[in-house]
């Protein structure tokens, strides 16, 4: 039996066939909700919503929660607040497959009276017993004709003894899967609930699917589903147009994992990463723009993206790309947008400072400056909490730094002395750290370093001259002070 896609193309014969049909592309996202979104899977989701948005398509969400050991509704929320967090609503659902069990018992009685199905009675160990010394594992059809009863027993599908079935897929083109290396397959366990590969095939059959856009890891069981959907539907059987995407793979180009990676999308989130730039960096994990532009319009990536220009190879998650393109997502924004962006960061169960400490203005004043410098949004407590604490937050690495700086207390008294008479702007304090720099015979980001350790605890952050001029004289002189006490020493 044949699938019912070409390899090449974003519109074949049979997939303009279903599309007409049913009025139009429909694509699916069917995630199972036993753990965050993975970042795999968001981009499975995207490239099916980009798909329906470039094909003026609908996008389905269906919820395939029939795993009841597994499930949980809290990764459902999270699905669907994730999706809605990359800005990709569903066009329909989220259809729960727990609320579709009657369509699964028809297809099963549907197959079961064609004879597609047989009982099977036997456990794992007896399997495992019966085939250890076979060449190929696998069941081995004990059960295919000993005409059992179904009812407490598991349920297989009786797979044709010759032949292939060949997948055609758009971006892999024909995948052929001989009958002989596919065994009897169970598709309903003893308890009578339906496995995965029966349900997303009525499933599909019923919401009209054309296209079938998922990762590369459930080609195996494609042909599975296409034999229960011609048993089901028969040979001349309208089939959707199939898209197996590229895994994702890490700097090892190992696939990437939850156990090992960084890999929820919620995550990202929490960390700061825009939705924009996510969505933009996931788009090109595994396709490019025709034009080879990296920043794209949620417009661009609409009009550009095809399935059969999808690149069948891994594609590195690259999480230094991730944090390039968001930074130029950052600076993009207007100065509003990042203090709106940023403000989460800022809220009293985030913050490090006390709630009444915090103050707008300073905050709006040093924003441009931070807009420049982070990675993430999560970045902007640690970049502006000297401003908002009555005493810094001292790195211990900073510290240590400091400490090991032989000229350190000389530049802390002289800067102390200097400062106290100097105008206060951050132009006039330059000059004045400057003629320091160059009496003491040393390089200006030298004499800073020091003083930033002293004044905001860290050895990175925004500027330092706008830095104090914001902080304000007394509690520069102050932090001086204590930095400079610290260190003991002789008074220089």
């Given at each position: 039996?044949?699938?019912?896609?070409?390899?090449?193309?974003?519109?074949?014969?049979?997939?303009?066939?279903?599309?007409?049909?049913?009025?139009?592309?429909?694509?699916?996202?069917?995630?199972?909700?036993?753990?965050?979104?993975?970042?795999?899977?968001?981009?499975?989701?995207?490239?099916?919503?980009?798909?329906?948005?470039?094909?003026?398509?609908?996008?389905?969400?269906?919820?395939?929660?029939?795993?009841?050991?597994?499930?949980?509704?809290?990764?459902?929320?999270?699905?669907?607040?994730?999706?809605?967090?990359?800005?990709?609503?569903?066009?329909?659902?989220?259809?729960?497959?727990?609320?579709?069990?009657?369509?699964?018992?028809?297809?099963?009685?549907?197959?079961?009276?064609?004879?597609?199905?047989?009982?099977?009675?036997?456990?794992?160990?007896?399997?495992?017993?019966?085939?250890?010394?076979?060449?190929?594992?696998?069941?081995?059809?004990?059960?295919?004709?000993?005409?059992?009863?179904?009812?407490?027993?598991?349920?297989?599908?009786?797979?044709?003894?010759?032949?292939?079935?060949?997948?055609?897929?758009?971006?892999?083109?024909?995948?052929?899967?001989?009958?002989?290396?596919?065994?009897?397959?169970?598709?309903?366990?003893?308890?009578?609930?339906?496995?995965?590969?029966?349900?997303?095939?009525?499933?599909?059959?019923?919401?009209?699917?054309?296209?079938?856009?998922?990762?590369e890891d459930l080609l195996p069981s494609t042909p599975k589903g296409l034999l229960i959907w011609?048993?089901?539907?028969?040979?001349?059987?309208?089939?959707?147009?199939?898209?197996?995407?590229?895994?994702?793979?890490?700097?090892?180009?190992?696939?990437?994992?939850?156990?090992?990676?960084?890999?929820?999308?919620?995550?990202?989130?929490?960390?700061?990463?825009?939705?924009?730039?996510?969505?933009?960096?996931?788009?090109?994990?595994?396709?490019?723009?025709?034009?080879?532009?990296?920043?794209?319009?949620?417009?661009?990536?609409?009009?550009?993206?095809?399935?059969?220009?999808?690149?069948?190879?891994?594609?590195?998650?690259?999480?230094?790309?991730?944090?390039?393109?968001?930074?130029?997502?950052?600076?993009?924004?207007?100065?509003?947008?990042?203090?709106?962006?940023?403000?989460?960061?800022?809220?009293?169960?985030?913050?490090?400072?006390?709630?009444?400490?915090?103050?707008?203005?300073?905050?709006?004043?040093?924003?441009?400056?931070?807009?420049?410098?982070?990675?993430?949004?999560?970045?902007?407590?640690?970049?502006?909490?000297?401003?908002?604490?009555?005493?810094?937050?001292?790195?211990?690495?900073?510290?240590?730094?400091?400490?090991?700086?032989?000229?350190?207390?000389?530049?802390?008294?002289?800067?102390?002395?200097?400062?106290?008479?100097?105008?206060?702007?951050?132009?006039?304090?330059?000059?004045?750290?400057?003629?320091?720099?160059?009496?003491?015979?040393?390089?200006?980001?030298?004499?800073?370093?020091?003083?930033?350790?002293?004044?905001?605890?860290?050895?990175?952050?925004?500027?330092?001259?706008?830095?104090?001029?914001?902080?304000?004289?007394?509690?520069?002189?102050?932090?001086?002070?204590?930095?400079?006490?610290?260190?003991?020493?002789?008074?220089?």
């Amino acid at each position: 039996m044949a699938g019912g896609a070409g390899a090449t193309g974003g519109a074949t014969p049979v997939a303009a066939a279903v599309a007409a049909a049913v009025g139009g592309t429909r694509v699916r996202f069917a995630p199972s909700p036993t753990g965050f979104l993975h970042v795999g899977s968001a981009r499975a989701a995207l490239y099916n919503w980009l798909y329906a948005r470039h094909t003026g398509g609908i996008f389905v969400l269906r919820i395939e929660d029939t795993d009841t050991e597994r499930n949980r509704e809290e990764w459902v929320d999270g699905i669907i607040s994730s999706l809605s967090w990359l800005g990709m609503e569903p066009d329909e659902g989220p259809f729960r497959q727990s609320a579709r069990t009657d369509a699964y018992h028809r297809a099963i009685d549907t197959l079961w009276e064609a004879g597609a199905l047989y009982a099977c009675g036997c456990s794992r160990d007896e399997i495992d017993a019966r085939t250890k010394s076979n060449a190929t594992p696998g069941y081995d059809g004990f059960c295919r004709d000993r005409g059992l009863e179904r009812e407490g027993r598991a349920l297989r599908f009786k797979v044709p003894e010759d032949g292939t079935t060949v997948v055609h897929d758009l971006i892999r083109g024909d995948v052929v899967f001989t009958h002989e290396a596919i065994e009897d397959f169970v598709v309903v366990k003893s308890s009578g609930a339906p496995l995965f590969v029966l349900a997303n095939v009525v499933d599909d059959i019923d919401m009209h699917i054309t296209h079938v856009i998922r990762g590369e890891d459930l080609l195996p069981s494609t042909p599975k589903g296409l034999l229960i959907w011609s048993a089901l539907e028969g040979d001349d059987a309208t089939l959707p147009a199939f898209a197996h995407l590229p895994l994702l793979v890490n700097e090892r180009r190992q696939k990437l994992s939850k156990r090992r990676d960084d890999v929820a999308v919620e995550s990202y989130q929490e960390r700061g990463y825009l939705a924009a730039a996510m969505r933009n960096y996931l788009t090109l994990l595994g396709w490019s723009d025709p034009q080879g532009r990296e920043i794209l319009t949620v417009e661009e990536m609409v009009a550009g993206f095809e399935l059969s220009e999808v690149n069948h190879a891994p594609a590195f998650f690259d999480l230094k790309k991730l944090e390039w393109m968001n930074k130029e997502y950052l600076r993009a924004m207007s100065v509003d947008a990042f203090i709106e962006a940023a403000r989460p960061w800022l809220a009293p169960d985030r913050a490090p400072w006390p709630p009444e400490r915090f103050d707008e203005g300073v905050f709006r004043t040093m924003a441009p400056l931070v807009q420049e410098r982070v990675g993430v949004l999560g970045e902007v407590p640690d970049m502006v909490d000297f401003l908002f604490l009555e005493r810094p937050l001292v790195d211990e690495g900073s510290w240590e730094a400091l400490s090991k700086d032989d000229s350190a207390p000389a530049v802390l008294d002289r800067a102390l002395a200097i400062y106290r008479e100097s105008e206060w702007s951050a132009e006039t304090l330059h000059s004045a750290t400057q003629a320091l720099a160059d009496d003491l015979g040393r390089k200006l980001n030298k004499v800073q370093a020091p003083i930033r350790v002293a004044v905001t605890g860290r050895r990175v952050g925004p500027p330092l001259f706008q830095s104090l001029e914001v902080l304000g004289r007394e509690a520069v002189l102050e932090r001086l002070g204590a930095a400079r006490e610290r260190l003991g020493g002789d008074r220089g």
